[in-house]
């Protein structure tokens, strides 16, 4: 089944549902929307050299312009390229090279940095400017019967964030996005036309993957007039749009609470907050959750195996009086439906609960493969089941504690030391804003445990105090032989904490 079905079932059931807004603005019902897809897909199959199969990237802040490619390229026969806004021209070359993108669009803030990149990279892609004269003509063709597309046909290249190298494109088929939007329903919430949807997060990653949930019922898509995220705004969309759900990365839930706006926010018009894609420490949650109410809803998941592995529901949240619920908050919560999660040694056998080991799944949701790279697809995908190369370990109810990535694990006197353990800790100093904990090489212990730390405006903290809260919590030997105080963690395009750049000061000091 060609996934852009499900827009043209909503079309078809709730014609006069408002689909798309920009800001205040309705741009699109749903019967719009979809006439707008199948022009557009009509335009797109018109384009020189472009064949069933093909695959065209979006270079793109979020825009009205997002979504409609997004199904006018599933309804053509075409698979999605979605790159995060914030890339740097080069890496944007790269990916584009790396799947031979023939047509790349591009909002007007990054069409000349790329078009010059294009240029001097020697990178044959057409660049065209999603709010162009250009545009308006392709939206404009005549409309195109659905391509027939095959549950195995790729339909969306999600690129990996490259924390550990170069970024590889997790093909993901039809037949995985359908499985993730039915998934939605079984664990999530189900939606109908009194819902919305706000994109304050990229459509390139998981804000862009819930729209299709979201779409096959009804709900109203917004996207932000500033295109990104701004807390004040956010609040005020709230206000406006009924019943609405949005994606946070744990960063924006810490900006939104500690924000003034949060005290007249009117939290209780909201559906779900969902948060993943990096840790969420229990402080910062515990500060989320007194803000929001149980609205919370928790994922860990990767780009291959989208939206994701395990979960913790809003009801898991809300569940206070459980002998274990501090512990199930600081999890990563159990396997969503319909996905087998294992915990495995080096050699892929089970570990018993308790004890640590790579996390590895398997499910319809998961990719086929990285495109054009079978070295990385053979190491990451095994007899179906994919290595995460996350570490992690189950209690006895199922629920999967996430440990750190494999690579961050530090190696202290032959002791493992799991740097989110100590960052949790660190954390409770109440003029701690962010910590990141790494390793650094020694001579005599192999690694040693060494904190950035970055305290809140206009306090300081000394080391003796996070001394003392590292002895009252975890064994001496996890205790950071240095404490670094820097002013911002370096952070990729998603807001994850780039670890190797920490490690990368260290040796250059
Ligand atoms: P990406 O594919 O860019 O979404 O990155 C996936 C990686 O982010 C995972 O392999 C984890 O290391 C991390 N991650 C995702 N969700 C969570 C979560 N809920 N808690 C902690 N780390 C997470």
Redesign the pocket.
Known sequence: MNIASLLHGTARCFPDAPALSFGDVLVHRYRGLQERAVRLAGGLRALPGIAAGDRIAFAMKNAPEYVELMWAAWHAGLCIVPMNAKLHPKEFAYILQNCGVKVCFATPDLTEALAEELRSADVSARLIDSESAEYRTLASHAPIEMQPALPEQPAWLFY??GTTGRPKGATLTHRSLLAMTLRYYADVDAVGTSDSMIHAAPLS?ASGLYSLPHIAKGSHQVIPASQGFDPDELFALIDRYDNATFFTAPTMITRMVNHPGIRNARVERIRTVFY?????YLENLKSALAAFGPRLW???????TPN?ITYVSKALHADTGHPRYEQRLAS?GVARTGVEVRIVDDEGRDLPVGEIGEIICRSDVTMIGYWNNPEATAKSLRDGWLW???MGTFDEDGFLT?KD?SKDVIISGGSNIYPREVEEVLLQHPDVLEVSVVGRHHPDWGEEVIAFVVPKPGRTVRDDALDALCLENIARFKRPKQYLYIDELPKNS?G?VLKTELRTRLTSA
Do not use: F, I
Not at 298 to 304: D, L, N, V
């Open positions: 990996t964030s990653h993943g894609g990096a840790p969420m928790q994922g860990y998941g990767q780009g291959e994701t990563v995460t190369g996350d996430l990535r998603y994850k």
